[in-house]
């Protein structure tokens, strides 16, 4: 167990529709990543918050956004969903942005299906 | 930009057996941290082991050694003494010494590993 806590696991939704990825980080974590899996691309990133501010930004689409909270959990907003966005989204964390050298954690994964 | 290949899509090892897996990488940078992820069926991402690019001595972890040659930007995974356990896609991965632009983990396509009994 990594630490790393993501809600829901698995989530079947249809095309043109609105879901909302949740990511709890590991405790004292400050660093929260979100990474896309899918079998086309591969794992690839999307975007990056630490301590409330994005940090860097990936492949995310416009129809994607994310925010990290004052507690630190985050969720990943995915709207006008397309066939093509059926993926596997991880969530990561890690503790300071500051030392890139830290180790970065990832969750299980939400398994997103669009029908 | 830096880049990471796996070569080898698929590999195959006898139980108890030692297998290696490949990984290069390309980058302009002299500092830098690498990473080898697994990925079981269950498709969890879990860390095997890191390696910082400064330091000259090959990381371990129980089973788990790498043969990190930095002249070469090479960065091999060897897993010895196999168990059923390890069949499993491995992951390569960079991260720049700042964090980059690239979302600071740059993944290879991977490796699945298959493990006979």
């Known amino acids: 167990d990594s630490g790393v806590t993501q809600t829901p696991k698995h989530l079947i939704t249809a095309t043109g529709q609105r879901v909302t990825l949740r990511c709890s980080p590991r405790?004292?974590?400050?660093?929260v990543y979100w990474y896309q899996q899918s079998l086309d691309q591969g794992l690839q990133f999307l975007i990056q918050?630490?301590?409330?501010?994005?940090?860097a930004k990936g492949n995310i689409l416009e129809r994607f956004s994310a925010q990290q909270f004052p507690d630190l959990h985050s969720e990943l907003n995915l709207s006008s969903l397309e066939l093509g966005d059926s993926a596997l989204y991880f969530c990561?964390?890690?503790?300071?942005?500051?030392?890139?050298?830290?180790?970065?954690?990832f969750g299980e994964g939400s398994w997103l299906t669009v029908v | 930009a830096q880049t990471v290949t796996q070569s080898q899509p698929e590999m195959s090892v006898q139980e108890a057996e030692t297998v290696t897996l490949s990984c290069t990488y390309d980058?302009?940078?002299?500092?830098?941290?690498l990473f080898w992820y697994k990925q079981p069926p269950s498709r969890q991402m879990i860390l095997v082991i890191r390696?910082?690019?400064?330091?000259?001595q090959n990381a371990t972890e129980n089973r788990f050694s790498v043969n990190f040659q930095k002249a070469a930007k090479s960065f091999s995974l060897k897993i010895s003494d196999s168990q059923l356990g390890d069949a499993a896609m491995y992951f390569c991965?960079?991260?720049?010494?700042?964090?980059?632009?690239?979302?600071?983990?740059?993944f290879g396509k991977g490796t699945k590993l298959s493990v006979k009994p």
């Open positions: 990561a964390s890690s503790a300071r942005v500051a030392y890139s050298g830290n180790t970065i954690y």
């Open positions: 991965a960079y991260r720049s010494p700042d964090g980059g632009s690239q979302g600071n983990l740059i």
């Open positions: 405790s004292g974590d400050l660093s």
């Open positions: 918050y630490y301590n409330g501010e994005e940090r």
């Open positions: 980058t302009s940078e002299s500092d830098y941290y």
């Open positions: 390696q910082e690019a400064y330091k000259q």
